[in-house]
């Protein structure tokens, strides 16, 4: 198994920017596929980023294209996600999830390991 945490949630104005870190204990970081999604209140849990074991094959949803950007550090069992010119929109818990499969899922259910999330709001 696999633990994660997330770190570097906060409230920040429309076009700000925010680091969220994912930290992983537990079994070897590098094997897991690993993902961002986020869910604001009364919404499903939806897809925001993936990435690969090695660092490649990011993915994102369309409504963070250009603005996101998914890393991993597998040294440092962290995975990243920079967020730039953050809109209201963007105001969700965001969740960092691990895949033991190499399937590069935009889908919740492919995911086997969550963290606790961490708060992401951006004011108007």
């Known amino acids: 198994q696999v633990q994660l945490a997330e770190s570097g949630g906060g409230l920040v104005q429309a076009g700000g920017s925010l680091r969220l870190s994912c930290a992983a204990s537990?079994?070897?970081?590098?094997?897991?596929?690993m993902g961002w999604f986020r869910q604001a209140p009364g919404k499903e849990r939806e897809f925001v980023a993936f990435?690969?074991?090695?660092?490649?094959?990011?993915f994102y949803a369309e409504s963070v294209k250009g603005r996101f950007t998914i890393s991993r550090d597998n040294d440092k069992s962290t995975l990243y996600l920079q967020m730039n010119s953050l809109k209201p929109e963007d105001t969700a818990v965001y969740y960092c999830?691990?895949?033991?499969?190499?399937?590069?899922?935009?889908?919740?259910?492919?995911?086997?390991?969550w963290g606790q999330g961490t708060q992401v709001t951006v004011s108007s």
């Open positions: 999830a691990a895949d033991e499969e190499p399937q590069l899922s935009m889908w919740p259910r492919d995911y086997d390991y």
């Open positions: 537990g079994r070897t970081f590098s094997r897991y596929t």
């Open positions: 990435i690969g074991w090695s660092g490649g094959n990011a």
